[in-house]
Nanobody
């Protein structure tokens, strides 16, 4: 069964940090570009960060640039999103997505083939 599973979400105070993980099972991430998306209550899903299949290209939305860092470890079949200096407006469900052969980014959500179930991130004092 092909699936992505996110983990690492939780409740954190403003200014704190979290590291989200995205684990793939049933397939290898080597040839897949990865995107992190988020959706807050009452808002549309938005792209947060991305990394190409070869890891040479990364992208960040303006709202997280300088605070979030995406990385991948193909040997472990994992992708990570390090989130620092978190703000209340970062509160959302975060999803990772994988797309075959995606050698560039950012890309729209429809470019991705597999999606995880999401992990909740809440930034609140």
């Amino acid at each position: 069964q092909l699936q992505l599973v996110e983990s690492g979400g939780g409740l954190v105070q403003p200014g704190g940090s979290l590291r989200l993980s995205c684990a793939a099972s049933g397939f290898t991430l080597d040839y897949h570009g990865i995107g992190w998306f988020r959706q807050a209550p009452g808002k549309e899903r938005e792209g947060v960060s991305c990394i190409s299949n070869n890891g040479r290209t990364t992208g960040y939305s303006g709202s997280v640039k300088g605070r979030f860092t995406i990385s991948r470890d193909n040997a472990k079949n994992m992708v990570y999103l390090q989130m620092n200096s978190l703000k209340p407006e970062d509160t959302a469900v975060y999803y990772c997505a994988a797309g075959r052969g995606l050698n560039t980014c950012p890309l729209p959500a429809r470019a991705y083939d597999y999606w995880g179930q999401g992990t909740q991130v809440t930034v609140s004092s």
